[in-house]
Nanobody, 119 residues
Framework: QVHLVESGGGSVEAGGSLRLSCTDS?????????MGWFRQAPGKEREAVAV????????WYDDSVKGRFTISKDNAKNTLYLQMNSLKPEDTAMYYC???????????WGQGTQVTVSS
């Protein structure tokens, strides 16, 4: 049973940094899985931020976060991270961790963690 739990959100000023974490105590993600981070700002649609194909290490970033955000996976801790640097007010959103076992169409979502960036 997949049960994702995010943490690390908070309030920072523009230019600051945060690191989000996503872990699952009941499911061990393998090299054949994909994981990612999505976000949803008030009044906007949910959008993908970064996705990693765990085994090969292939990574995709949305253009809006390239060069500022880094997605990574610590296999020993079974934890997915999103390091966010040079944060901007437009990064303000609820951030969700998503898992795709086998990189298939099945998706599992965490409950989300709020990130607020003030100008």
């Amino acid at each position: 049973q997949v049960h994702l739990v995010e943490s690390g959100g908070g309030s920072v000023e523009a230019g600051g940094s945060l690191r989000l974490s996503c872990t699952d105590s009941g499911y061990i993600f393998s090299s054949g899985d994909c994981m990612g981070w999505f976000r949803q700002a008030p009044g906007k649609e949910r959008e993908a931020v970064a996705v990693i194909y765990i085994g090969p290490g292939n990574i995709w970033y949305d253009d809006s976060v390239k060069g500022r955000f880094t997605i990574s996976k610590d296999n020993a801790k079974n934890t997915l991270y999103l390091q966010m640097n040079s944060l901007k007010p437009e990064d303000t959103a609820m951030y969700y961790c998503v898992a795709y076992p086998g990189c298939g169409t099945t998706q599992y979502w965490g409950q989300g963690t709020q990130v607020t960036v003030s100008s």
